[in-house]
């Protein structure tokens, strides 16, 4: 079978391969389906808003972040849009290639960059941002405000579970080691 499989298709052949293995079905479903909406999401904005804008959701993100809280160390602003400071080092390239980035030196610390938004990046936002903004009440359109507003503050609620105890548990389920460096997952030469 090739293609797209449905949400529904995908839930059923879980169960299908699983059996009676005692894992936690609801939970597991709350996280698949996280991950699911969020990649329709995205790839529903790429396509849409922000394919007239020639942005990726990446570049996109790395510009809300710098124009709402303005001026930013680079290391900050990838912590922010959650990428690595090696891919914000390519989209901040390509930003300030079409014009709408700037990267200076930080005044007293000549290791540290920042970055800020042309005035041509802050064009482009404040155009854009009602469009992106339509497009999300377009994607959210089937839930009431109240239920919108209840799924905001459950993801909310994980997002925070994440970032309280996220670590503690990571280096329980290490046995107190340090992570290993993440691989592409390719095998290694031998």
Partial sequence: MTGHRSIGDTEKAVQAKLGETPIRHAQMAAVGNIYRAAAAVRQHFENSVLRGAELTWTSFVVLWV?????????????????????????VARTLQGRGLMERSGHPTDGRLALLSLTPAGEELMAELFPQFNAEEAFVTDDLTDTEARQL?????????????DGEQRRLDLLGGADPRPRRSGRRARG
Avoid: C, H
Avoid at 152 to 164: S, W, Y
């Fill in 66 to 90: 710098v124009w709402i809280w303005g001026e930013m160390e680079t290391r900050r602003v990838a912590e922010e849009a959650g990428i690595s400071k090696g891919t914000l080092t390519g």
């Fill in 152 to 164: 905001a503050d459950l993801l909310r609620r994980i997002v925070v579970r994440v970032e309280t």
